[in-house]
């Protein structure tokens, strides 16, 4: 590694690279032509076609919608062929993705496509109504739809793109640090941001996957979580096409289904949120001995607990476990942990990537000693750009060319870094600070809790007050009583909740992360 100056700020990258996005793609059809990339719903999709699909896609894209480099297409389509085939040949053209949440509502998708300033629109069924009211208030934008989407407004489906026979177009020059996508961050602290990435960034996310996971190739990825959020789309699409990888998708995460690719499919890498490996080691089909393909287990997107890590290790102990940290800013991985081989550093989130830096900033503007809680700064050619015309933004959230991840955070003597709590989550009871990701680890120790959240509430003496949130498990009914009691036993007393409420499941954003603005909708008078 050398270091270089990559969107204004000198950091460690690596040297040689690959340029673009494009550049891995077509690295990975030479090597592995016949190797499948894709595969959906008995659909198998080979490096060599993908290579051509993209082409044939980005034709079309030029020649009939007459997009040009900088302009933005937003793909509101889920787990499915189609958002890779269009992603990658808008990179080859040099336009802008604007990957959409499925799950946010029409006027939040219509926001977000009015700040990026969309030209193109490429929707799946069951948003016509979407559709509409989009061509409604921009009559002259062009609306693509997959093949089962129905309605005047559609210009044309995707599968009429795969058969149109336009010459290869005049594709531009693309830099590295051109922008590849604007993605909106899940705004569980305010207002979504449009977090403008580069290939270069996404590059980098996928090199320091590559380093640290040491792979066993071939390489076949179930990917369930999102392919609209950086897990998905970096975390395991782009690491995949980085090493000639299969992805197989599932458009929705369903537990029985997901352990039958696992076994179908020969599945030897995944990348979830803890809650979908808590799901899948309780479910009645599940069977270790049916997963022994699988290699690497990555997770990340909340804490996973140590009695989850403890059950995976025991249930599949062939299995390499690594936590990993990131957020939309980060391009994903920010750090990662090496192989989970014993208990020593099981809170921590890991050391930051091979081409990472990072500090803790007390309360006083001052790095923090080793040990000591304060806000995770970070640093790397996996830093995107800046927010989408957002300069307001941009010089709120970046110093001296680190980003303020507003994560509170301690780093060790030996680089391992322990994530705390959200800087705006964090309890003051008191004066005491009280920090989630410390109390909710405990509670996960409880033999009766499945999930558990905390969050602080208005309190008259004390200013806030501790109260968690308790998904129990399965056919227990546990007592507020019996939680506290085995709280007292392993922490301060400031530190116990001394509010329970006991829910049928913590409310979630897409990447995994628990909304605890919508936990304080049940705080009770």
Same mark, same amino acid.
């Given at each position: 590694?050398?270091?270089?100056?990559?969107?204004?700020?000198?950091?460690?990258? *690596?040297?040689?690279?690959?340029?673009t996005?494009?550049?891995?793609?077509?690295?990975?059809?030479?090597?592995? !032509?016949?190797?499948?990339?894709?595969?959906?719903?008995?659909?198998?999709?080979?490096?060599?076609?993908l290579?051509?699909?993209?082409?044939?896609?980005?034709?079309?894209?030029?020649?009939?919608?007459?997009?040009?480099?900088?302009?933005?297409?937003?793909?509101?389509?889920?787990?499915?062929?189609e958002?890779?085939?269009?992603?990658?040949?808008?990179?080859?053209?040099?336009v802008?993705?604007?990957?959409?949440?499925?799950?946010?509502s029409?006027?939040?998708?219509?926001?977000m496509?009015?700040?990026?300033? %969309?030209s =193109?629109?490429?929707?799946?069924?069951?948003f016509?109504?979407?559709?509409?009211? +989009?061509?409604?208030?921009?009559?002259?934008?062009?609306?693509i739809?997959?093949e089962?989407?129905?309605g005047?407004?559609?210009y044309?489906?995707?599968?009429?793109? /795969?058969?149109?026979? @336009?010459?290869?177009?005049?594709y #531009?020059?693309?830099?590295?640090?051109?922008?590849?996508?604007?993605?909106?961050?899940?705004?569980?602290? $305010?207002?979504?941001?449009?977090?403008?990435?580069?290939?270069?960034?996404?590059?980098?996310?996928?090199?320091?996957?590559?380093?640290?996971?040491?792979?066993?190739?071939?390489?076949?990825?179930?990917?369930?979580?999102?392919? @609209?959020?950086?897990?998905?789309?970096?975390?395991?699409?782009?690491y995949? /096409?980085?090493?000639?990888?299969?992805?197989?998708?599932?458009?929705? *995460?369903?537990? $029985?289904? @997901? /352990?039958?690719?696992?076994?179908?499919?020969?599945?030897?890498?995944?990348?979830n949120?803890?809650t979908?490996?808590?799901?899948?080691?309780?479910?009645?089909? @599940?069977? !270790?001995?049916?997963?022994?393909?699988?290699d690497i287990a990555?997770? $990340?997107?909340?804490?996973?607990?140590?009695?989850t890590?403890?059950s995976l &290790?025991?249930?599949?102990?062939?299995?390499?476990?690594?936590?990993?940290?990131?957020?939309?800013e980060?391009?994903?991985?920010?750090?990662?942990?090496?192989? %989970?081989?014993?208990?020593?550093?099981?809170?921590?989130?890991?050391r930051? =990537?091979?081409?990472?830096? &990072?500090?803790?900033?007390?309360?006083?503007?001052?790095?923090?000693? #080793?040990g000591?809680?304060?806000?995770? *700064?970070?640093?790397? !050619? &996996?830093?995107?750009?800046?927010y +989408?015309?957002n300069?307001?933004?941009?010089?709120?959230?970046?110093?001296?060319?680190? +980003?303020?991840?507003?994560?509170?955070?301690?780093?060790?003597?030996?680089?391992?870094?322990y994530?705390?709590?959200?800087?705006?989550?964090?309890?003051n009871?008191?004066g005491?600070k009280?920090?989630?990701?410390e109390?909710?680890?405990?509670?996960?120790?409880?033999?009766?809790?499945?999930?558990?959240?905390?969050?602080?509430? #208005?309190?008259?003496?004390?200013?806030?007050?501790?109260?968690?949130?308790?998904?129990?498990?399965?056919?227990?009914?546990?007592k507020?009583?019996?939680?506290?009691?085995?709280?007292?036993?392993?922490?301060?007393?400031?530190?116990?909740?001394?509010?329970?409420t006991?829910?049928?499941?913590?409310?979630?954003?897409?990447? $995994?992360?628990i909304?605890?603005?919508?936990?304080?909708?049940?705080?009770?008078k």
């Open positions: 590694m050398n270091k270089e100056i990559i969107h204004g700020r000198e950091v460690y990258a *690596y040297t040689p690279r690959p340029s996005l494009i550049d891995i793609v077509k690295e990975s059809a030479n090597s592995n !032509p016949d190797r499948e990339a894709i595969v959906y719903q008995g659909e198998r999709v080979t490096y060599k076609q290579l051509q699909q993209v082409n044939v896609i980005s034709a079309y894209l030029y020649y009939e919608c007459h997009l040009k480099k900088g302009d933005r297409l937003a793909l509101l389509v889920g787990n499915r062929p958002f890779i085939q269009m992603f990658l040949a808008c990179a080859r053209l040099g802008i993705v604007v990957p959409l949440n499925l799950r946010s029409d006027k939040e998708l219509i926001d496509m009015i700040k990026a300033d %969309i =193109v629109l490429f929707a799946e069924e069951g016509e109504d979407l559709v509409r009211k +989009w061509k409604k208030q921009h009559p002259t934008s062009i609306i739809g997959t089962g989407i129905k005047e407004n559609i044309d489906s995707f599968k009429n793109l /795969l058969h149109h026979n @336009f010459p290869d177009p005049e #531009p020059s693309i830099d590295e640090e051109d922008p590849l996508y604007i993605m909106f961050t899940s705004g569980t602290t $305010g207002m979504p941001k449009g977090a403008v990435g580069s290939h270069v960034n996404v590059i980098h996310s996928a090199l320091h996957y590559k380093e640290v996971f040491q792979a066993k190739e071939p390489v076949r990825t179930l990917i369930a979580v999102p392919l @609209f959020h950086v897990t998905g789309l970096i975390g395991q699409l782009f995949m /096409l980085l090493i000639g990888g299969t992805c197989v998708l599932m458009k929705r *995460y369903q537990t $029985g289904k @997901f /352990l039958d690719l696992i076994e179908r499919e020969n599945i030897t890498f995944l990348f949120v803890p979908i490996y808590i799901m899948m080691l309780s479910h009645e089909t @599940f069977q !270790p001995g049916k997963l022994r393909a699988l990555a997770f $990340g997107g909340a804490p996973m607990s140590q009695e890590i403890e &290790m025991k249930a599949l102990p062939f299995l390499r476990l690594h936590n990993a940290y990131g957020a939309t980060t391009s994903s991985p920010a750090t990662i942990t090496p192989m %989970i081989e014993n208990f020593s550093k099981i809170a921590s989130i890991g930051v =990537v091979p081409a990472g830096e &990072m500090k803790v900033i007390g309360e006083d503007g001052i790095e923090a000693a #080793p000591d809680v304060g806000e995770l *700064y970070i640093k790397g !050619p &996996m830093i995107v750009a800046g +989408w015309r300069e307001e933004a941009n010089r709120q959230a970046f110093e001296d060319g680190y +980003w303020k991840s507003e994560d509170m955070a301690a780093i060790d003597d030996d680089g391992f870094v994530l705390m709590d959200r800087k705006k989550d964090m309890i009871r008191g005491e009280v920090f989630s990701a109390v909710e680890n405990v509670l996960y120790g409880h033999p009766e809790v499945l999930e558990a959240a905390i969050v602080g509430v #208005p309190d008259e003496i004390f200013g806030e007050e501790v109260k968690a949130f308790i998904v129990p498990k399965k056919g227990s009914a546990p507020a009583e019996s939680i506290q009691a085995f709280m007292e036993e392993r922490v301060a007393d400031y530190k116990v909740p001394k509010l329970i006991f829910i049928d499941e913590l409310p979630r954003n897409p990447g $995994g992360k909304l605890k603005q919508q936990l304080t909708k049940f705080i009770e």
